[in-house]
Structures are given as structure tokens and as C-alpha cells.
């Protein structure tokens, strides 16, 4: 079975602080781990893969496989980084389609 | 490509009514996904469809609820007869088979049942 956990319902921080988003996940294989990001009242939109490896809008995530860990990152969080961020782990084998999602964090930024 | 498309944007309706959302996937993705949205339980598969066939139901919560994808541009899911408790955003997605890559999500239809 599959499982993403994000502990923190809601992470406030300042603007210009650093921003970490936790997402931790089970699964017995390799996973493709996904950051999906949803402003008020929008549809989800993908914001990182980590097979891609890539900075979007600031924020990075690496996959870490010894602590099951794949956290979302920003040094300098801005107004416009408060949303909800979902983390989601795809598996890996045969039939593996079903994207299982976290319960999502939701980021303020204090201005 | 104008993305996943999603109709009514919103609904409300009476406890008892059918309701019928409607879903055009992005052309060349071959899988199809419904998700339901609550801020109880998340986001929640309810099925799966992969080249037009259903692959994985077992989300689906009961037997009121039926998807259909007729062809690959165009998906339902209905709900009959809808109860309050259905009020959610439903979310439907695309992706190439399988998943691989993501998926692509449409804006969402929020369902209010009175």
C-alpha cells in the first residue's frame, strides 16, 4: 500500500522567511513523488517532479530515500506562495497509475 | 490545448435530484481520472478510465454514483439520487497512460446538495 503524509495542516510564516513543507510517504518500491500546488479556489496545478529536478518559482524538493522524505522548499517565501500544497506519490510497478495524495498543507504568508 | 474541461464550473441542487458532471479530457491522454474534494478527507480517487474503460471503481463511494466515458473526449459522472453529504468539488484529470508524468487537472465542479 501507498501513503503520503503531510503532518502540518497549516504553516504560517513571514514574508522573506524560509518555507519547508513536509511530506513523507510509504511505499515499498521506487515512487515518482509529485508537488501539486492549489491557490484559493483553482484548479491543482503540478508544481514539481522530482525526476525533473528543477527549481519552479523558487521552491525545490529532493527525494529522500532513506527517510522516505521528499519536503518542499523555498528560501524566501512571498505573499503570493499562500496556498494549499499537496504532496503525491505514483508507484512504480505494473498498473501503477493511481497518484495517492497527501491531505495537503496550506501556506500564509504574513506580508 | 485548452487544458481539462470541466462542466458546470458549479451546481446546486435538491436532495434527491440526479446531477450529472461532464469532463473533455486534454486529446492524446489516454487516462482519465475523477477525484472528489472535502475538507474532511482530502482528495479522493473515485475511478479510473483508461482508453475509454473503466480500470479502477473501487473508490467510487456507492452505488449512486456511475461514471461513463463513452469516447476518449468526453467523460460523466453522475450521481443519483445526490444527498447532502455529496456536496464537494469534483475534480477530474488526464494524463498519458498510466499516469507517468502527472496528471492535469480541470478547475473543478463544486457541487452543493440542499
Known amino acids: 500500500a501507498q501513503r503520503v503524509t503531510q503532518p502540518e495542516k497549516l504553516l504560517s510564516v513571514f514574508k522573506g522567511a524560509p518555507v519547508e513543507l513536509k511530506c513523507n510517504y510509504s511505499?515499498?518500491?521506487?515512487?515518482?513523488l509529485f508537488w501539486y500546488v492549489q491557490y484559493s479556489r483553482q484548479r491543482l496545478q503540478l508544481l514539481l517532479r522530482?525526476?525533473s529536478r528543477e527549481s519552479i518559482k523558487g521552491f525545490t524538493a529532493d527525494l529522500n530515500k532513506g527517510e522516505t522524505s521528499f519536503h518542499l522548499k523555498k528560501p524566501f517565501a512571498q505573499e503570493e506562495d499562500s496556498a494549499m500544497y499537496y504532496c503525491?506519490?505514483?508507484?512504480?510497478?505494473?498498473?501503477?497509475?493511481?497518484?495517492?495524495f497527501g491531505k495537503g498543507t496550506k501556506l500564509s504568508v504574513i506580508p | 490545448d485548452a487544458g481539462v474541461i470541466q462542466s458546470p464550473r458549479h451546481e446546486v441542487t435538491e436532495m434527491g435530484q440526479e446531477v450529472t458532471l461532464r469532463c473533455k479530457p486534454i486529446?492524446?491522454?489516454?487516462?482519465l481520472f475523477w477525484y472528489r474534494q472535502t475538507m474532511m478527507r482530502g482528495l479522493e480517487l473515485l475511478i479510473y478510465?483508461?482508453?475509454?474503460?473503466?480500470?479502477?471503481d473501487s473508490g467510487m463511494p456507492e452505488d449512486r454514483f456511475s461514471a461513463k466515458m463513452p469516447n476518449a473526449s468526453f467523460s460523466t459522472l453522475k450521481i443519483q439520487p445526490s444527498e447532502p453529504r455529496d456536496s464537494a468539488v469534483y475534480f477530474c484529470?488526464?494524463?498519458?497512460?498510466?499516469?507517468?508524468?502527472?496528471?492535469?487537472f480541470g478547475s473543478g465542479t463544486r457541487l452543493t446538495v440542499v
Open positions: 478510465f483508461n482508453n475509454n474503460v473503466p480500470i479502477d
Open positions: 503525491a506519490l505514483r508507484g512504480s510497478g505494473a498498473g501503477s497509475y493511481q497518484l495517492t
Open positions: 511505499y515499498s518500491g521506487s515512487p515518482e
Open positions: 484529470a488526464s494524463s498519458p497512460t498510466g499516469g507517468f508524468g502527472g496528471y492535469t
Open positions: 522530482h525526476i
Open positions: 486529446s492524446g491522454h489516454n487516462s
